[in-house]
């Protein structure tokens, strides 16, 4: 399974972006799918995550201007991010806990990151 993240650049204070990812692969679920960031010099930190019934979950930090959604059927999950701040700036990093077919097993994937640069 590949996730693959898009949509990272650089954006003025106040500005918004949206960021992709998609999953390739043998799926049989990816749940729940997310998005994490790390800040230069931090750990990595949760953003917010969804899951497959559209659960939501956000960071303090985020909750109001961030949105998570997914499309199922595309094995995408999008990240729609506005009134951005100088703090948000990081490589975001999605995430996504899969499922083979015929398995009761699951794994935790990440995605390569994509770095948004906002500016103040």
């Known amino acids: 399974v590949q996730l693959q993240a898009s949509g990272g650049g650089l954006v003025q204070a106040g500005g918004s972006l949206t960021l992709s990812c998609a999953a390739y692969?043998?799926?049989?679920?990816?749940?729940?799918m997310g998005w994490y960031r790390q800040a230069p010099g931090k750990q990595r930190e949760l953003v917010a995550t969804?899951?497959?019934?559209?659960?939501?979950n956000y960071a303090d930090s985020v909750k109001g201007r961030f949105t998570i959604s997914r499309d199922n059927a595309k094995k995408t999950v999008y990240l729609q991010m506005n009134s951005l701040k100088p703090e948000d700036t990081a490589v975001y990093y999605c995430?996504?806990?899969?499922?083979?077919?015929?398995?009761?097993?699951?794994?935790?994937?990440w995605g390569q990151g994509t770095l948004v640069t906002v500016s103040s």
């Open positions: 995430n996504a806990e899969y499922q083979g077919w015929g398995t009761v097993n699951s794994y935790n994937y």
């Open positions: 692969g043998s799926i049989f679920s990816l749940d729940p």
């Open positions: 969804i899951t497959s019934d559209g659960s939501t």
